[in-house]
């Protein structure tokens, strides 16, 4: 059988991949540790018995759209969903990237910043972070000058770092930026601050969010963007006809629902990230600070690689992210229930003592 051909540009690069293994403590890919609040299931199939399931979806999304609007108290003109925030990071760089265009990175940072540019043809210009990780503006000074990228993508929390960006340095960016800046606020309800408060129709600035981290959906796959009205009916353009089905679209409208339950877990995770990093910083590891459901760090005595292996002897599951730029040694535990957090710091207290 005579097979096509991959991409040029695509036949050696890797796939983004989060290993899972059986185990009985799962930390490593930032999920709510909770289910959907009490309710949830029962108002959802509610909502599904009306669905015409012999037609298509509303095209638009619109009572979906108006929700989060009401949600974030912007026009429902300033919405633009998708199936996780991932489709619309690609979105964008679907229609601002392509060839001959770029867009601006800063490492460490979240991977999908740079493979879904390259694998929608658009070339990638990275710069690094200072030695804390926090953005070095004389570096992005640098990028954006030299580089002229029509995207320039900011992580707030930082993935995997969980450092927050702060309103100076976002403004300073974005009037920096030749083109779109987009703030990745994919943890951003656990942040003390979002950059939601600087979108406004007049500035090419857009945010990105998902409902698979606070609102327990990461099995629905849906995410959204807020931003100018005028790049919303540009990325309406080009998305694939009907690309949000029915069943995304009602499930995103119930747990809307349920904000008083979500802040309450948030609000829970915060204080618990506090007493996990608080029980971390009694051990020999380097950790940061994180404003995020997740905290990186690295143990001081022993190889990383070697801890995430007896971690996983122990069925706790942690992200190892030796393999991203800067973080040899490094592991990232994403905060789960207080039993279950528990479980990992038993674990790696066990592993750092045991010569």
Request: net charge negative; proline share 7%; glycine share 6%.
């Given at each position: 059988?005579k097979?096509?051909?991959v991409?040029?540009?695509l036949a050696?690069h890797p796939?983004?991949?989060?290993?899972?293994?059986?185990?009985?403590?799962?930390l490593n890919?930032?999920?709510a540790?909770?289910?959907?609040?009490?309710?949830?299931r029962e108002a959802l199939?509610d909502?599904?018995?009306r669905?015409?399931w012999h037609?298509?979806?509303d095209?638009?999304a619109t009572?979906?759209?108006e929700?989060?609007?009401?949600?974030?108290?912007?026009?429902?003109s300033?919405?633009f969903?998708a199936?996780?925030s991932n489709?619309?990071?690609?979105?964008?760089?679907?229609?601002y990237?392509?060839a001959?265009?770029?867009v601006?990175?800063?490492?460490?940072?979240y991977?999908?910043?740079?493979?879904i540019?390259k694998?929608?043809?658009?070339?990638?210009?990275s710069?690094?972070?200072?030695?804390?990780?926090a953005?070095?503006m004389?570096?992005v000074?640098?990028v954006l000058?030299?580089?002229?990228p029509?995207?320039?993508?900011?992580c707030?929390?930082?993935n995997?770092?969980?450092?927050i960006?702060?309103?100076?340095?976002?403004?300073?960016v974005a009037?920096l930026?030749?083109g779109?800046?987009v703030?990745d606020?994919?943890?951003g309800?656990f942040?003390p601050w979002?950059?939601?408060e600087?979108?406004?129709?007049?500035?090419?600035l857009?945010?990105?969010?998902t409902?698979?981290?606070?609102w327990?959906m990461?099995?629905?796959r849906?995410g959204y963007l807020?931003?100018?009205s005028?790049?919303?009916?540009?990325?309406q353009e080009?998305?694939l006809?009907?690309h949000?089905?029915?069943?995304?679209?009602?499930?995103?409208?119930?747990?809307l629902?349920y904000e008083?339950?979500m802040?309450?877990?948030?609000?829970?995770l915060?204080?618990?990230?506090?007493r996990?990093?608080?029980a971390?910083?009694d051990?020999?590891?380097?950790?940061?600070?994180?404003g995020?459901?997740?905290?990186?760090?690295r143990?001081?005595?022993l190889?990383g690689d070697d801890v995430?292996?007896?971690?996983?002897e122990?069925?706790?599951?942690?992200r190892?992210c030796?393999s991203?730029?800067?973080l040899?040694?490094?592991?990232?535990l994403?905060?789960g229930?207080p039993a279950e957090?528990?479980?990992?710091?038993?674990?790696l207290t066990?592993?750092?003592?045991t010569?």
């Amino acid at each position: 059988m005579k097979r096509p051909p991959v991409r040029d540009d695509l036949a050696l690069h890797p796939g983004y991949h989060s290993p899972q293994v059986e185990v009985d403590v799962r930390l490593n890919t930032n999920e709510a540790p909770e289910p959907p609040p009490e309710g949830f299931r029962e108002a959802l199939a509610d909502e599904l018995a009306r669905i015409d399931w012999h037609r298509y979806p509303d095209r638009a999304a619109t009572e979906l759209r108006e929700a989060i609007a009401a949600h974030h108290g912007v026009r429902a003109s300033q919405v633009f969903v998708a199936n996780g925030s991932n489709e619309v990071l690609q979105t964008l760089c679907l229609t601002y990237g392509g060839a001959g265009r770029s867009v601006a990175t800063f490492e460490p940072t979240y991977a999908l910043h740079s493979h879904i540019p390259k694998i929608t043809g658009t070339a990638v210009k990275s710069g690094e972070r200072g030695p804390d990780f926090a953005l070095d503006m004389d570096e992005v000074r640098r990028v954006l000058t030299e580089d002229d990228p029509t995207i320039t993508f900011l992580c707030s929390p930082n993935n995997p770092t969980g450092m927050i960006e702060t309103e100076e340095t976002v403004r300073a960016v974005a009037d920096l930026a030749p083109g779109l800046v987009v703030v990745d606020e994919a943890y951003g309800q656990f942040a003390p601050w979002s950059a939601l408060e600087l979108v406004d129709d007049e500035a090419p600035l857009v945010v990105t969010r998902t409902y698979s981290k606070t609102w327990s959906m990461a099995a629905s796959r849906l995410g959204y963007l807020v931003g100018p009205s005028w790049l919303v009916e540009e990325l309406q353009e080009v998305v694939l006809p009907y690309h949000l089905d029915s069943v995304k679209q009602v499930a995103g409208r119930v747990a809307l629902r349920y904000e008083a339950e979500m802040r309450r877990r948030v609000s829970d995770l915060v204080e618990e990230r506090g007493r996990v990093s608080a029980a971390l910083a009694d051990l020999p590891v380097t950790i940061w600070p994180s404003g995020a459901n997740f905290i990186l760090f690295r143990p001081e005595t022993l190889d990383g690689d070697d801890v995430w292996k007896r971690l996983v002897e122990r069925s706790v599951l942690v992200r190892n992210c030796a393999s991203w730029p800067r973080l040899d040694g490094c592991l990232r535990l994403t905060l789960g229930t207080p039993a279950e957090d528990d479980r990992f710091l038993e674990a790696l207290t066990d592993i750092l003592e045991t010569p």
